[in-house]
């Protein structure tokens, strides 16, 4: 399994970093975790075919994790027409808001992506969604609540990756992350504590409740980018991780 970081960039951003996505891969079926505004342009960066991603799964309704949704769309209804299909999957409402957000953003567009053959799930904490061998679980995370905030896990091929989304502290990180192979977790502050946002401080003091075999840091501003005290591992865009 690999996983290529696409964005991982917070809401500003900072280090001129991409918008948060992230693609899981088993060799020949791909999985998007988020789709922020930027991430079709990095996906032609990486010479990655759309037909081989199966499934896009949102943590919350915000632009840096899901505006790129309608991207995707257009280049799947207008550029190559796509044949396979797609699954979205995301909170309450994910195909209203999907819906929406297409029409905003390319006017007339919206009504055409209900002649694809795309479908969409919504999860429920403590409910696993289970599809096509994969197992996806969801927690709330504390973020702004109009952006119906999750982390999620996906269990996929005996592998698990875990992704905090955007939150500040929660015990929900601690099942989110338990005997995962990977758990990004994202780390916007260095030791500002506030509601939204985890700080690097903060997360070193809980580290030893993560039984996760990596832990990566994403979703940071210049201050966690810059520092030269940061003892876990931080994400770059481009990077590959095998697991
Ligand atoms: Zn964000």
């Known amino acids: 399994m690999e996983l290529t970081v696409l964005g991982c960039g917070d809401a500003f951003g900072n280090g001129g970093r991409n918008n948060t996505s992230f693609l899981v891969s088993n060799g020949s079926e791909r999985v998007l975790l988020d789709c922020g505004t930027s991430t079709l342009i990095r996906l032609k960066h990486e010479g990655i075919d759309l037909e081989s991603i199966s499934t896009i799964i949102i943590t919350h309704f915000h632009g840096d994790h899901?505006?790129?949704?309608?991207?995707?769309?257009?280049?799947?209804?207008?550029?190559?027409?796509?044949?396979?299909?797609?699954?979205i999957i995301g909170p309450e409402g994910v195909a209203k808001r999907v819906y929406d957000?297409?029409?905003?953003?390319?006017?007339?567009t919206a009504a055409k992506t209900l002649e694809m053959d795309l479908t969409y799930h919504e999860y429920t904490e403590g409910v696993p969604l289970e599809l096509d061998g994969k197992v996806i679980k969801a927690w709330k995370a504390e973020h702004s609540l109009p952006s119906f905030p999750h982390m999620i896990r996906l269990e996929w091929e005996g592998k698990v990756v875990a992704f905090s989304g955007d939150t500040?502290?929660?015990?929900?990180?601690?099942?989110?992350?338990?005997?995962?192979?990977?758990?990004?977790?994202?780390?916007?502050?260095?030791?500002?504590?506030?509601?939204?946002?985890?700080?690097?401080?903060?997360?070193?003091?809980?580290?030893?409740?993560?039984?996760?075999k990596q832990i990566w840091l994403t979703h940071m501003a210049n201050e966690v980018i810059e520092s030269p005290d940061i003892s876990l591992n931080r994400l770059t865009d481009g990077l590959k991780i095998t697991f």
């Not at 505006?67 to 299909?85: D, H, T």
């Not at 758990?183 to 409740?209: A, P, T, W």
């Open 168 to 212: 500040s502290w929660t015990e929900h990180l601690i099942p989110l992350s338990d005997v995962s192979d990977l758990f990004i977790c994202e780390c916007n502050f260095l030791d500002q504590v506030s509601f939204g946002h985890l700080g690097y401080s903060e997360l070193l003091e809980k580290r030893e409740l993560f039984n996760a």
């Open 66 to 87: 899901y505006g790129g949704i309608p991207f995707f769309l257009i280049s799947s209804m207008f550029e190559n027409p796509r044949k396979n299909p797609l699954t």
């Open 101 to 108: 957000l297409q029409e905003a953003m390319y006017a007339g």
